[in-house]
């Protein structure tokens, strides 16, 4: 379709491979460019199927409009169509490779972004075809993005096979909740309640991020499942029964109040201090955390505690965000990155994409000290353990004069390595290294700073910026009359630990009168501390899903990430805020010891939450919260001063090796959604059966 006349030329060129120079004459309407493109269609629809009314590309057809502007109603061929073979290619990607007309966009995706070779050309002339060589599936965590790229309907969605047609379809925008970066999505709406499908973002018109992961595209599904918890349940020692109606939060909220009342009057007798400990995870929103604040303030004997997986951050917040190595200008200034302990292919697929983007462009090494993991792009691997951390840091080891000599070099680590025991060690050792290798320096232009943390949940670096947390202690499951676990996940290993201990009766202390669940997905773990806790009421407090509230995000690059409520739910549910509003509400009902009448009047206007949580950021966290340091000045860097008192040579570090976390990239993160999509279980099959050295594998 790029073919244009020059004066005096015999036959038409191809504009894109052409070399203009100030003395050419062009013609781009003429009646020989005009007969040209009729051609070219001609031959393109050669062997195409007449299968518009039955595609799913039709409606978005790039094929269609180029055969309506500059194609002809009439043909010349009248013999049979060349008919193709599908292709099982996975569980993502529908293949009709009649339709196929060998634009290889496809091929060169998976060569030049996914760096994956699975897919290919074979066969010459009029027997050429595409496929993967070999009877295998398309292994590549970016592999829905070929369905984009299909001008034709060869390359189509499978789950989205004879859904709907895109005229039919309405569109909103909203964020990526399966990783850290929160890129920008567009959502595609059949009615006010069905969403049929995810794709690429565009923010005025513009492209952010061209690609997204196969996660981010399909696990939406799992906000539906049958696990999604439609009913509110109350649970106690002598009534059990389900309660589905919108009087039934009104009776939720009566139960709640009612045991916390009486327990406080029975502390006052008995003398005792205990208090109910709210357990949240990092997949909260900002508002929702900003309810808890207000409501711990309210009532001192709420304890709101953290239930995370991370030691917490010592250092400057600022200094814990990927700020430096997702930044294009960032990385074409820098030839040296540093990997420790993460995956960025599964961990946080853009940051990949730029990586090997770098990297393709030359004069960039990536050293790894991890396990053996294809990044899709070469990396050295200089060790798996923390030792060799401590080596690079001592001078020790050959990357020390990489480091001295390198532009500009930049340090990723993976939040999941502030797990291990010896975590505050190893930000000793890292701040040490960062100053000492040029990692945070301050050039003659600029303050430099290339040591970056990637975050794997959605709000994670909003969560820790916002307050310094409390993390989950024995004490506070010993002190508590009561758990309020709010968006804690289904893949907590922190809460798994809990359970086991308490069910082997590693605490002492009598059962929790009172335990509150407030997920949106029915949540195993949950159910399973209901069993070690004997005596107990249990209450589910059923909440909204991710597109069926509005919230606020700050992901690992620090940037402010608004969703709106995309679709209306089907059940009673409430906002996860909402929620701990009306139980504040309900307890300024009660007579409560020790709290006077004039703490339960509290100004707040819902609709100004944006400045609401600036206020809290601003009055009820320490000096070293996230706003504050952002009103002091930006681009901070490890200071300097007192650095030769974390010696490296004197720091006890565990001698074990570093670890992947994330084993099942479809199954294995931290989102509440990916671990129970129907799309996601059949990847993640399909993963395991062709990872595998065995030949058959149960589907179950």
């Not at 850290?180 to 690429?200: C, N, P, Q, R, Y």
């Not at 050039?443 to 430099?448: A, E, G, R, S, V």
Request: proline share 3%; glycine share 6%.
């Amino acid at each position: 379709m790029c073919l244009i006349e020059l004066k005096n030329s015999p036959k038409p060129l191809v504009s894109c491979a052409m070399t203009i120079n100030n003395k050419m004459e062009l013609y781009t309407d003429s009646p020989l460019v005009k007969k040209a493109r009729e051609n070219v269609l001609e031959f393109l629809l050669l062997n195409h199927p007449l299968d518009c009314p039955v595609c799913d590309q039709g409606g978005e057809c790039d094929l269609q409009d180029q055969s309506m502007v500059f194609g002809v109603s009439k043909k010349r061929f009248f013999k049979y169509k060349r008919s193709v073979t599908n292709k099982n290619i996975g569980p993502i990607v529908k293949t009709i490779m009649t339709r196929c007309i060998h634009c290889t966009r496809c091929v060169r995706f998976t060569s030049e972004i996914a760096g994956v070779d699975d897919l290919g050309t074979f066969n010459r002339g009029n027997a050429m075809e595409i496929g993967t060589y070999v009877s295998k599936s398309f292994q590549s965590e970016l592999s829905g993005n070929i369905i984009d790229l299909c001008p034709v309907g060869a390359l189509t969605s499978k789950p989205y096979s004879f859904v709907d047609r895109v005229w039919e379809l309405k569109s909103a925008k909203s964020v990526d909740f399966s990783d850290g970066f929160g890129v920008e999505t567009e959502i595609s709406l059949k009615g006010s309640l069905t969403i049929t499908k995810v794709a690429v973002g565009r923010n005025d018109g513009l492209y952010d991020n061209l690609w997204i992961s196969d996660k981010t595209r399909f696990s939406f599904d799992g906000m539906f499942s049958p696990e999604r918890l439609s009913n509110l349940l109350l649970t106690s020692t002598d009534d059990s029964k389900k309660l589905n109606t919108i009087n039934s939060w009104n009776v939720l909220f009566k139960e709640i109040s009612d045991t916390i009342y009486f327990k406080d009057h029975l502390n006052r007798h008995i003398c005792e201090t205990t208090s109910l400990t709210v357990l949240h995870g990092d997949f909260v929103s900002l508002e929702c955390v900003g309810s808890l604040f207000l409501m711990s303030k309210k009532y001192p004997f709420l304890k709101i505690v953290k239930l995370a997986d991370s030691m917490p951050y010592n250092d400057h917040p600022e200094t814990f965000s990927l700020s430096t190595a997702s930044d294009v200008s960032s990385l074409d200034s820098s030839n040296l990155c540093l990997l420790i302990g993460v995956n960025t292919r599964y961990e946080g697929f853009s940051l990949n994409l730029k990586l090997r983007q770098r990297f393709m462009q030359g004069n960039f090494e990536v050293f790894s000290l991890n396990s053996l993991i294809d990044f899709t792009f070469p990396a050295h691997v200089v060790g798996s353990g923390i030792s060799t951390l401590r080596d690079i840091a001592q001078g020790n080891h050959f990357l020390c004069s990489k480091f001295r000599h390198a532009s500009k070099p930049i340090i990723i680590c993976g939040s999941e390595l502030y797990r291990r025991k010896d975590a505050p060690e190893l930000q000793a050792i890292l701040r040490y290294l960062s100053v000492k290798s040029k990692v945070a320096c301050k050039l003659k232009t600029n303050i430099w700073n290339g040591f970056n943390v990637l975050n794997t949940s959605l709000n994670e670096t909003g969560v820790t910026s916002f307050a310094a947390h409390q993390h989950l202690t024995q004490r506070d499951l010993t002190k508590s009359d009561g758990l309020y676990f709010v968006e804690t996940g289904t893949n907590n290993p922190t809460l798994k630990k809990l359970i086991g201990l308490k069910s082997l009766g590693y605490f002492n202390s009598e059962s929790y009168k009172l335990i509150i669940a407030q997920t949106s997905i029915e949540n195993n773990l949950l159910q399973d501390l209901k069993v070690a806790c004997k005596s107990y009421s249990f209450i589910n407090l059923p909440c909204t899903a991710f597109y069926e509230t509005a919230g606020t995000y700050i992901n690992t690059e620090g940037f402010a990430k608004k969703t709106v409520r995309v679709i209306a739910s089907k059940y009673i549910n409430k906002d996860s805020w909402q929620i701990s509003r009306q139980i504040s509400s309900s307890l300024g009902q009660v007579s409560l010891t020790g709290y006077g009448r004039h703490q339960s009047y509290l100004a707040y206007n819902p609709t100004t939450m944006l400045f609401l949580t600036s206020y809290l950021n601003l009055m009820l966290c320490p000096m070293n919260s996230f706003d504050q340091q952002h009103l002091q000045g930006s681009g901070s860097y490890h200071n300097s001063t007192n650095v030769l008192e974390y010696r490296p040579s004197t720091i006890k570090v565990y001698t074990t090796k570093i670890t992947q976390w994330l084993d099942d990239f479809y199954l294995s993160g931290k989102d509440p959604y990916s671990r129970i999509s129907r799309v996601m279980i059949e990847c993640s099959q399909m993963l395991r059966r062709n990872s595998l050295t065995f030949k058959y594998l149960p589907r179950s």
